[in-house]
């Protein structure tokens, strides 16, 4: 499995089941809840491991993480997500990140982005912490059981198959039934899983196949993406030498139309300074 398809199945699972989710997380027990699409006006945003519902009065907006490190870094990335929601509802955003697999980096500790005059926070929610027992009782929320604490993880993961075992209609047994697959890869080996969640059964599950090809879509894009960028860079040291790594960093979170829009505009730059003004237009238009 890719990361893109653990993410892909916790953002299915979270749109599939909101009612779910808020109960969990902000001990919601309405029904009426509204998953929003992930694109803001702005300018796209990271869709892959992004889900924000409305609640009531309030946003919750969730973001998976399978690893700690990413680009942009999460602490800013979460403060940009809110400035966007804010500025565009303008109601109460609640803002969790689910880590999903263990790790001891500092990263999965910071709850907050701190810079001169700003502090931003946000909850943290370190899966393999969690206590398994509200997990196992909710049929939409197996999957993450398969992460949760536990002093026998195989033992877990038979809990989580009865569980799953439980669900009455065919269609949501089997596509709970590959989610808890998919995430379980974080954890359990290939063949402990095959045995307890009978791959032959996950396989059949629509949602299975369309994670799988969610997946590589997304990573064909990352991949376009990545290569635009490593062009781009690569013609503007060629230009005007070593370049300072925050302008590389804002280059490397354009989107691809961004890119190929900066890849014909560069061939008019005379210095460094021609690309901090471009750059500067382009992140003022997005206000």
């Known amino acids: 499995m890719t990361l893109l398809e653990y993410d892909n199945t916790c953002k299915y699972l979270a749109e599939n089941y909101p009612d779910e989710f808020a109960k969990?997380?902000?001990?919601?027990?309405?029904?009426?809840i509204l998953v929003i699409k992930t694109e803001l006006t702005l300018e796209p945003i990271r869709a892959d491991s992004v889900t924000f519902l409305q609640v009531a009065n309030q946003i919750l907006h969730l973001e998976f993480q399978t690893l700690a490190q990413s680009t942009p870094p999460l602490d800013f990335r979460m403060l940009d997500y809110y400035t966007r929601l804010k500025r565009q509802y303008g109601c109460e955003i609640v803002q969790v990140v689910i880590f999903l697999q263990a790790t001891t980096s500092e990263l999965?500790?910071?709850?907050?982005?701190?810079d001169t005059n700003t502090r931003h926070q946000y909850r943290?929610?370190?899966?393999?912490?969690?206590?398994?027992?509200?997990?196992?009782?909710n049929p939409a929320l197996l999957p993450l059981a398969t992460l949760a604490r536990s002093d026998s993880p195989r033992t877990l993961l038979e809990q989580v198959a009865a569980g799953v075992a439980t669900i009455e209609e065919t269609t949501e047994r089997q596509n709970i039934l590959a989610c808890a697959g998919v995430l379980a890869g974080l954890r359990f080996k290939k063949d402990l899983i095959q045995q307890l969640l009978r791959e032959e059964i996950m396989q059949e599950s629509v949602i299975?196949?369309?994670?799988?090809?969610?997946?590589?879509?997304?990573?064909l894009q990352q991949g376009l993406q990545q290569g635009e960028v490593a062009l781009i860079l690569r013609l503007l040291r060629l230009r005007f030498g070593d370049m300072n790594p925050?302008?590389?960093?804002?280059?490397?979170?354009?989107?691809?139309?961004?890119?190929?829009?900066?890849?014909?505009?560069?061939l008019d730059f005379s210095s460094q300074t021609d690309l901090v003004s471009y750059l500067a237009a382009i992140d003022s238009s997005a206000i």
């Open 124 to 137: 943290v929610i370190r899966q393999w912490e969690e206590d398994p027992a509200p997990l196992l009782a």
């Open 208 to 219: 299975y196949q369309d994670i799988l090809q969610k997946g590589e879509q997304r990573g």
């Open 24 to 32: 969990w997380l902000l001990s919601s027990e309405t029904s009426d």
């Open 246 to 266: 925050e302008l590389q960093e804002q280059i490397r979170g354009l989107s691809i139309p961004q890119l190929e829009e900066l890849a014909e505009a560069l």
């Open 108 to 114: 999965v500790f910071r709850q907050q982005y701190t």
